[in-house]
Nanobody, 123 residues
């Protein structure tokens, strides 16, 4: 059964790092785009980072550039998001999702989603 399962969230202090993991089934993992999104309380879901089927076509949101790194391991069907220099503004539920569209960043183009993992950053 196709699924995406996130893990690695937690409670950290400002300046700390976390690595999120997304375990994906074959169909979801081999989609055109796998991306990370986040949603904070009272805010809309927003794009964080994406990666293409073969590890190319990588892009980041403005707030992730220089701090976050997205990667994938094709032998383990895993996608990762390394988050460094975290701030309280990064507090949100982080989701992994897959899309059939190359370069997709809008949530509405992603058909499969995990349940999310909570990241909380204190000051």
């Amino acid at each position: 059964q196709e699924q995406l399962v996130e893990s690695g969230g937690g409670l950290v202090q400002a300046g700390d790092s976390l690595r999120l993991s997304c375990a994906a089934s074959g169909r979801a993992f081999n989609s055109a785009t796998v991306a990370w999104f986040r949603q904070a309380p009272g805010k809309e879901r927003e794009f964080v980072a994406r990666i293409g089927r073969y590890g190319s076509n990588i892009d980041y949101s403005y707030f992730a550039t220089g701090r976050f790194i997205i990667s994938k391991d094709n032998t383990k069907n895993m996608v990762y998001l390394q988050m460094n220099s975290l701030t309280p503004e990064d507090t949100a539920v982080y989701y992994c999702a897959s899309s059939s569209i190359n370069g997709a960043t809008s949530p509405r183009f992603f058909r499969s989603w995990g349940q999310g993992t909570q990241v909380t950053v204190s000051s």
